[in-house]
């Protein structure tokens, strides 16, 4: 069975940084695309970014380029987003979610974990 769990969220000052950790069972990194998301409340779920199998990264949203990273450790079979720079606007619940591919569209993808609550505010 997959199950995909996410952790790292908190509050934090703006200008801080968070390390959210999705650690994922019952698939191998190796095999699956694994994506970040987040969803403000009152907004639509947003694609962030993805890393492939191979480990070949596509960032999606423009907001957080140059501020967040995408990484993945198969030997643990967990994915990162580091999260440097933080704002008030990046308040979310941060999910991951999985696919043999990597896609923007938060409906292609089949399993998501229960998300992280990330809260940035003075």
């Known amino acids: 069975q997959v199950q995909l769990v996410e952790s790292g969220g908190g509050s934090v000052q703006p200008g801080g940084s968070l390390r959210l950790s999705c650690a994922a069972s019952?698939?191998?990194?190796?095999?699956?695309?694994i994506g970040w998301f987040r969803q403000a409340p009152g907004k639509e779920r947003e694609a962030i970014s993805c890393?492939?199998?191979?480990?070949?990264?596509?960032d999606f949203a423009d907001s957080v380029k140059g501020r967040f990273t995408i990484s993945k450790d198969d030997t643990k079979n967990t994915v990162y987003l580091q999260m440097n720079g933080l704002r008030p606007e990046d308040t979310a619940v941060y999910y991951c979610?999985?696919?043999?591919?990597?896609?923007?569209?938060?409906?292609?993808?089949?399993?998501w974990g229960q998300g992280t609550q990330v809260t940035v505010s003075p």
């Open positions: 979610a999985y696919h043999a591919y990597c896609f923007e569209e938060p409906a292609m993808y089949g399993y």
């Open positions: 019952g698939l191998v990194l190796d095999d699956y695309a």
């Open positions: 890393i492939s199998s191979s480990g070949t990264i596509t």
